[in-house]
C-alpha cells in the first residue's frame, strides 16, 4: 500500500497567520483526501484533490480558507488560512488503495498535523 | 455529517481481556472499515468488511456486520497494552468512485498492564 509523508507534525501558530501542510505519496494517485479532526472528534473531510483540476470541496469548506494544491500525482499541499484558534486541529491527508475485490477501497493516511492557533 | 455512532465512547480493560467495540450506521453500504488511530496520530487501516460477508478476522481482530440490524462489531482478543488507542468504524457508500468514508466518533480503548 502506499506510504505518506506528511509534514509538519505539529505547529503553533498565531491566529491571522497561514499554515501549508505538505504530504509527499511514494506512488502515483488520482486523489488525494484532506481531513480535519478537531479535538476529542471524529475525522471530517475537507476537499478531495484531483491532479489537473481544482478540488472538491465538502459542505462546510471553501477555498478560500483552505486552498489546496496538487501539483502532480504524489502531492498535495492544503493551506489554513488566516487562522483562528477554531482552527485548532489535527490535520490528516489521505489516498485510497484498492481492497480486494470489486469496487473496495481502502485508505492510507499521513501522520497527521497537530495544529494549535494561539 | 456522521454516520457511524461507535459504543462505547471509551472502554477500559486488563491486558489479556478481549475488547468489544461497536458501530452503527444508518444509510445503505458498500463495506465498512475499521482504523485505529494512536494518540492524535495518523490513522491506520485495520480491516474492510463488503457488504457481503458477514465476519472477517485478521489476527487477533474479528469483525462482523449486520446489514439488516445496520451494525458491526470488533473484537480484539487477548488485548496488549500496545492495542491502547482510539478506534473508529467508517462506512463507504461505493457508488464506484474514492473518498466516500463517513466516519464514526470512535472508540478511547485503554489496555492496562
Known amino acids: 500500500s502506499a506510504v505518506i509523508s506528511q509534514k509538519p507534525s505539529r505547529d503553533i501558530c498565531q491566529r491571522g497567520t497561514s499554515l501549508t501542510i505538505q504530504c509527499q505519496v511514494d506512488s502515483q494517485v488520482t486523489m488525494m483526501f484532506w481531513y480535519r479532526q478537531q479535538p476529542g472528534q471524529s475525522l471530517t473531510l475537507i476537499a478531495t484533490a484531483n491532479q489537473g483540476s481544482e478540488a472538491t470541496y465538502e459542505s462546510g469548506f471553501v477555498i478560500d480558507k483552505f486552498p489546496i494544491s496538487r501539483p502532480n500525482l504524489t502531492f498535495s499541499t492544503l493551506t489554513v488560512s488566516n487562522m483562528s484558534p477554531e482552527d485548532s486541529s489535527i490535520y490528516l491527508c489521505?489516498?485510497?488503495?484498492?481492497?480486494?475485490?470489486?469496487?473496495?477501497?481502502?485508505?492510507?493516511f499521513g501522520s497527521g498535523t497537530r495544529l494549535t492557533v494561539v | 455529517s456522521q454516520q457511524g455512532e461507535e459504543d462505547p465512547q471509551a472502554l477500559s480493560i486488563q491486558e489479556g481481556e478481549n475488547a468489544t467495540m461497536n458501530c452503527s450506521y444508518k444509510t445503505s453500504i458498500n463495506n465498512l472499515q475499521w482504523y485505529r488511530q494512536n494518540s492524535g496520530r495518523g490513522l491506520v487501516h485495520l480491516i474492510l468488511i463488503r457488504s457481503n460477508e458477514r465476519e472477517k478476522h485478521s489476527g487477533r481482530l474479528r469483525v462482523t456486520l449486520d446489514t439488516s440490524k445496520k451494525s458491526s462489531s470488533l473484537l480484539i482478543t487477548a488485548s496488549r497494552a500496545a492495542d491502547t488507542a482510539s478506534y473508529f468504524c467508517?462506512?463507504?457508500?461505493?457508488?464506484?468512485?474514492?473518498?466516500?468514508?463517513?466516519f464514526g466518533k470512535g472508540t478511547k480503548l485503554s489496555v492496562k498492564p
Open positions: 489521505s489516498v485510497a488503495v484498492r481492497a480486494g475485490v470489486g469496487i473496495n477501497y481502502g485508505y492510507t
Open positions: 467508517a462506512t463507504d457508500r461505493g457508488g464506484g468512485s474514492q473518498g466516500n468514508l463517513i
